[in-house]
Each structure stands twice: as C-alpha cells, then as structure tokens.
C-alpha cells in the first residue's frame, strides 16, 4: 500500500470517528476545531499528490467547511458530505490498490521470466558439461530435463515445452473416447471400434522408436515399426521417422517437427490439430486419411499421396508439393499461401473442394477458385541448371529459375559445398524460398552434380602422390611451404600431397629427393636370423619399445625423442648415438686417466 493510501484511509478512519461522535453526544468547539485542523493538514498533503482526484479534495473542503452547526439539519448535511467523501475516496483507493496489483503480478511476472530463463541457462550449462565429458547427456540430466518440462533438441539447446505439450496424455485419450462413444460417428473411417485401439504412452513410444533408429543404423534391414491402431496424444516426432506403419492410427495434438520421413504409411489415420514444422516426406502415404485442423508450415512431401484423403480446416504455409498426388483428395476451409505444387499433376481436376455451408455462390466460387490458383502456382513455372562445377575445391554453382508465361522472372544464382567423398551437396546458403525450391530439386541436383564430378575425376590430368618420412613438426612447416613453392598440392578431400604428372619427371624427382634429404628418423640396423620365431621376438620387442616402420623404405626406426637404449644394439655405427655414446666414452676414459695420475703423485704424501 502507498503512502498516499495509508494517508487516506486515516483520513477516513478520523472522518467516521467525528461522526459518530457528532451524532451521538455532540462536539464542543475544541473538538471540532481540532478536526478542522487536522482535516486542513490531510488536504495540504492530497492536494500535493499530482492525480489526487479533485472531486475527492472538493467533498473533503466541503465537509469541512460545514461541520460547524450541530443541528438536526447540520447533522443531515454533514452526513451527506461526509457519504461522498466517502464514495469518491473508497473508488480511489481502490483504484490506487488495482493499479499496484496488476503493476505487482507484472512485475512477478517479468520476476519469474527472468528466473525461467536462468532456470534455463543452468539446463543448458549443464547438457554442455555432459556432451562435453560424455559426448552425451546422462541418465540424471534427462531425468531433470524431465522433471522440469523440457527437451534437449538435435542443435543441443535446451528447450521448455510448452503448455499443451505437457497436457496429461491418458485424460485427453479417455476424454476423446467418451466424445468419440457420444457422438457416435457414422463415417467409415471412424466405425474402427475404439477397444481394438492401443494407447501408447510416452515412454513406451520413445523406447519403440529409439529401438527402431538403432536397428535402421545397424544396417541389418530394419523392418517396419507397426504402429498401426494406435493412439498417440501430444508426441513430437523428431529425426529420422523412415519405415513405420501409423494405418488407422488417431493421432492427436502431435507434431512432426524437423523429422525426415520415408516410406511412412498413414492410410486410414485420424489427424486431429496435428502439426507438421519443418518436416520431410518422401514417399509416404496419406490415402483415406482424415486430417483436421493441421498446420503445415516450412515442409515438403516428395513422392507421396492424399489420393481420397479429407482435409478440413487445415492450414499450409511455406510448403513444397513434389510428384505428390491428390486423387479425389477432399478439402474443406483450407487456407495457405507461398506453396509450390511441383509436377503433381492437374490439381484443379482431381482435388474437390467444398465452400462452407455459410458461403454464399459468389464467396464459393472465389474460394474456389483461389485454391485452384494456388494448385496451379498461378501459372509459375520451376527449374535449375548447373552452372559448374570445382572439383579441387569441391564446390559446385547453380541457378534456379522462375518462369511465368514461358519467360523467366526471377532467377537466383547459389554456390554449394560438396562432400568430399560422395560430391553430393553438403551446405548451401539460401533464404527461406529459394531453401524450399533447392530441398525439390536436391535429390535430382546431386545425381547429376555427383554424375558430372565423376566424369571429371576420371578424365583429370595423373597425378603423382608424395609420400613423406618422418619428420618433425618445424621441418615439416619448412619443407612443405617449400614443395608448394616447387609445384605440390595438398589435397584436403584425399588428406595427400601430389604433384601433377604433367610438371615433368625431372620437378618430380627433385621434390622428391628434397623431401627425402629432410628425413630425420634414426633407422635401426636388425641382425639377420634364420629362426624366424627369434626375429619375430625382436619385431615385438622393438615395437612394444615404440619403434615405427617405413613402408617406403622397408627399415624400421626411431625418433628423437625416444629412449635410444633400448635399441642400442640395433643402431648404426654412424648413428647419431653411437657418435655420441663415442665422444662421452673418450671423455670418462680421458678423466680415468687425469684421476690416476693425480692419486700417483699424491700417494707419498698421503702415506
């Protein structure tokens, strides 16, 4: 409470005590005086206040200034202004008190925000801690992510869930039977009897699934995950989603976020406010199936059909359509924008949309025929071409064209990275369209990019491989600086140095031979035996030791840094060591002999 309210409720407190008073016995004139006074003080400290209600400061004037007749008629009048004193300064306070409610609960909130995002930030710090020790999070940090609503997505960031995500999925379940028994659906996709349905809790789907991604990667031939009549209420399906059967099945406040899909039937399946963000479809089914209130943003369906599917309220912004068929596909209030239908046949022919009952004729028929432009891309037209490519840097640059009446209106230029193995497009930079337009063609881009580098790779110029000895890591910054300067190339795909062929033998050889006159490995010199069990011992010896062979030369080695006495019988008369272990034997034999005849010519004395 404000320091004004606290004033005003005194006020207020002093008011009711005069008039009972007044009514009751009676005031003399000290007592009203000394009201006067303190009523005069109150209203010096309103009147400073600056949105002090003036009405509230002219009843409290007015009180005052008729408080002197204490007749039956002066009570009344008193009586009068002090109930409007009273009025104006109750819906004031209560004012003031609203006001630092609603200012209270915001500021709790922006309070609890700024806690939910530490709260968050400690999550995250501590997913990073594991990925970083563990190259994955623990059991008890998932238990915790858990515990506090939130999720660990592919990027690695901690996200909270929202709200209806964390909605108690078997009462929703039960609740959407009990409606499903009332209201007694008549169609055909709905006769399937709620009691041949499973529900599939969270945790069952999570292990089910994960199973089913662990056996894909085996790269045994996973079979088809069968989920077919079930019921699953607010899932996220995530990641790779390939080969699984949803027939029949009721999907309900679900969302296929960031999820790549392939060979995924949904024939006959329920879809209530489902959501599809930033997903990926590829030959997958949605024949007969009853869609409502889906949302369909940022997605493509590559291959796929809706052939007799239903479609009602559903919405579809950013998407792709590619070879996708829509066979008497039904659609009721749907809305969208920015899609491409791309090679899925003629639309307007097989799709029948239906207006809403409250359409009238002329609404009808511009909805109608609204979709149709939208199936029809109002007559824009896609393609792309391959400008070039760089095989040494693994790139590649293309073009994608927009083209309307046969004339092209827009056109963009990309630059691709390229995977060093495969050639096949690893990285593009695009913007939102141009991402949609590039995901259509990428399957189709990378056979003839992959089909184009190959032909290059096999008609490029031989090239001569450069094999290097051991060396360490200063002589090789020197050395390779220099065989660039000579004409060597490093290749970062094949991780080799080479040299073209077409440079001439003689540049080869002297790389060569200036590579081979910085080879700083000391080569061991291994005693010829005829027991080949015996030789084999000294191989494991030496190898346990650390030794290292050159394949090039045949020889096995040590380097610098290793301990040369334990191959010291295996090194060179001109080894580095032995000239060493040669100068320190002629230095203690050169201080033997100092030391002997120092003790000769001092024996007398010490005798």
């Known amino acids: ?46 009147q400073k206040e600056e949105d002090f209600p003036n009405e509230l400061l002219r009843g409290i004037s007015e009180f005052s200034d008729n408080i002197a007749n204490q007749s039956n008629e002066g009570k009344e009048l008193a009586g009068r202004y002090r109930d409007n004193v009273v009025q104006h300064a109750t819906d004031y306070i209560n004012t003031l008190l609203r006001n630092e409610l609603q200012f209270g609960i915001f500021q709790r909130d922006a309070e609890i925000i700024n806690l939910q995002r530490e709260k968050i930030q400690m999550l995250q710090e501590l997913v990073d801690l594991d990925i970083k020790a563990n190259g994955q999070i623990t059991d008890q940090t998932q238990d915790i992510l858990d515990v506090q609503n939130c999720e660990l997505l592919k990027n690695g960031r901690v996200r909270e869930l929202s709200l209806w995500e964390q909605t108690n999925s078997a009462q929703e379940i039960t609740m959407y039977q009990e409606e499903m028994v009332q209201q007694g659906k008549a169609d055909k996709k709905d006769e399937v009897s709620m009691e041949k349905k499973r529900v599939v809790s969270k945790d069952e789907l999570d292990q089910l699934i994960n199973s089913h991604l662990m056996e894909s990667r085996s790269g045994r031939g996973a079979k088809t995950l069968d989920l077919s009549n079930c019921i699953i209420s607010n899932y996220v399906f995530k990641g790779d989603m390939s080969a699984v059967s949803f027939d029949h099945a009721d999907l309900r406040y679900c969302e296929f976020r960031m999820t790549k899909a392939e060979h995924v039937s949904f024939q006959d399946a329920v879809f209530t406010e489902c959501k599809m963000t930033q997903a990926e479809f590829e030959h997958c089914s949605f024949n007969n199936a009853d869609i409502k209130a889906a949302k369909v943003a940022n997605s493509m369906f590559r291959g796929s059909s809706f052939n007799t599917a239903d479609m009602r309220q559903c919405s579809i912004q950013n998407s792709v359509f590619y070879h996708t068929s829509f066979t008497d596909t039904r659609m009721r209030e749907l809305s969208g924008s920015e899609n491409i239908f791309h090679e899925c046949g003629n639309l307007a022919d097989t799709v029948k949309l239906e207006a809403t009952p409250d359409m009238d004729r002329e609404e009808a028929a511009n909805y109608v025929n609204s979709l149709r432009e939208m199936f029809n891309n109002e007559g824009y037209m896609y393609s792309w071409e391959l400008d070039g490519a760089d095989l040494e840097n693994y790139a590649a640059d293309f073009s994608i064209k927009i083209s309307h009446d046969g004339k092209t209106v827009e056109e963009e230029r990309y630059s691709a990275l390229l995977d060093p193995d495969t050639y096949a497009i690893s990285h593009i930079d695009t913007g939102r369209q141009g991402d949609s337009l590039i995901r259509m063609f990428m399957p189709e881009m990378n056979r003839v990019i992959m089909g184009n580098l190959q032909k290059i790779k096999e008609q490029e110029e031989p090239r001569v491989r450069l094999k290097f000895p051991y060396m360490t890591r200063a002589t090789f910054m020197l050395v390779k600086d220099e065989i660039k300067r000579m004409g060597a190339t490093f290749d970062p795909g094949r991780k080799e140095w080479y040299v073209k062929q077409g440079v001439g033998k003689e540049t080869i050889n002297h790389i060569r031979d200036y590579i081979e006159e910085h080879d700083e490995a000391i080569y061991l010199k291994l005693p010829f035996i005829e027991d080949a069990q015996k030789f084999k011992q000294i191989l494991e010896e030496i190898k346990q030791n650390g030794a290292r062979y050159n394949p090039m030369k045949k020889k096995w080695y040590i380097t610098e840094t290793m301990d040369r006495s334990k191959f010291f019988v295996y090194l060179p008369n001109n080894s580095v060591h032995q000239k060493l272990s040669g100068f320190k034997a002629e230095a203690e034999k050169q201080t033997d002999k100092h030391e002997a005849g120092y003790r000769k010519r001092e024996a007398p004395e010490l005798a």
């Open 1 to 46: 409470m404000s320091k004004i309210t606290e004033y005003l409720s005194d006020y207020m407190k002093e008011l009711d005590s005069y008039m009972n008073r007044l009514n009751r016995d009676g005031l003399s004139r000290k007592d009203r005086k000394l009201f006067l006074d303190l009523s005069n003080e109150y209203y010096d400290i309103f």
